[in-house]
């Protein structure tokens, strides 16, 4: 009776797994900051995290993404209406969502281009976007940094790039070389 007794005290007193059925040893905590996401894969699955403590399967694949980022291109060409060749550089601050890291991840698939996300889908949508709205207008416009068409162009290509980032403010430069 007494071995019984200590056997359901010790069974009590230190549990050997949770209640999904994980080993304790294969649970680690995550702390996602306030300004971050978290994009975290393990086995065949992937899910989105926000900010706050996580327990996660320590074998689980992880990477962290400023909510709001920021990043500046280098000049790229693009084409007037005319088919004159002009220079583009863009300063975009941008604000990712929960939805955003999913279509990226869906984008990529591979964990190994997670990291590179901003050059493997932000800088070539954006790009894309400016190059296709370029072809609509002439020089003039688009070197006049005052002109109301520039404006039409910012929306239009935040507007592109929904799908992946919500533009907070979009810097455009274009000039001739």
């Known amino acids: 009776m ?11 007193l230190f549990p050997t797994t949770i209640s999904c059925g994980q080993s304790l040893n294969n649970q680690i905590y995550l702390t996602i900051e306030d300004d971050e996401l978290g994009l975290v894969f393990y086995k065949e699955k992937r899910i989105v995290l926000d900010s706050g403590e996580h327990k996660i399967n320590k ?7 400023r909510k709001t980022d920021s990043l500046t291109t280098k000049e790229f ?9 002009l220079y583009c550089q863009i ?36 790009m894309s976007e400016i190059r296709t709205i370029s072809e609509n207008y002439e020089a003039k416009i688009l070197k006049n940094e ?20 919500n ?5 455009l430069k274009i000039f001739e070389k």
């Open 2 to 12: 007494s071995k019984n007794v200590i056997y359901i005290l010790f069974l009590l």
């Open 59 to 65: 074998d689980s694949e992880v990477f962290l993404f």
């Open 77 to 85: 060409d693009i084409l007037d209406i005319n088919a004159k060749s």
């Open 91 to 126: 300063k975009v601050k941008y604000l990712l969502t929960t939805k955003h890291i999913e279509n990226i991840a869906d984008l990529l698939k591979w964990t190994h281009n997670i990291k590179q996300y901003q050059e493997l889908v932000i800088i070539p949508q954006i």
């Open 146 to 165: 005052d002109s109301h068409y520039l404006n039409e162009i910012k929306k239009l290509v935040s507007d592109g790039l929904e799908k992946y980032a």
């Open 167 to 171: 533009i907070i403010s979009l810097e």
